[in-house]
């Protein structure tokens, strides 16, 4: 089945940089679209930003635009986010999702804490 395995979460200072990690399995990865989303304190789940299967497109929030770089590694099975400039409003926990613009199915989630 599906598996999503995130990682890199911690706490960053406001300005500060994070790279989030994301291990799939459990199906072809190279065929599929992927995203990441987030989950602030007492907020919805909201998308962050989608890269097509083979990379040639991208797409974020405007919340991530100049700040986030999505990129993936198909030999790796791995999608990563590039977090820089942080702000205290990025806490959230972070979601790896299968899928283009999608927030299901997605893994457990990595936490992201920014301080002021």
């Known amino acids: 089945q599906v598996q999503l395995v995130e990682s890199g979460g911690g706490l960053a200072q406001s300005g500060g940089s994070l790279t989030l990690s994301c291990a799939a399995s459990?199906?072809?990865?190279?065929?599929?679209?992927m995203s990441w989303a987030r989950q602030r304190p007492g907020k919805e789940i909201e998308w962050v930003s989608s890269i097509w299967r083979d990379a040639t497109k991208v797409l974020e929030a405007d919340s991530a635009k100049g700040r986030f770089t999505i990129s993936r590694d198909n030999a790796k099975n791995m999608v990563y986010l590039q977090m820089s400039n942080l702000r205290p409003e990025d806490t959230a926990v972070y979601y790896c999702?299968?899928?283009?613009?999608?927030?299901?199915?997605r893994g457990q989630g990595t936490q992201v804490t920014v301080s002021s």
């Open positions: 999702a299968k899928g283009y613009q999608s927030i299901l199915p």
């Open positions: 459990g199906f072809i990865f190279s065929d599929w679209g």
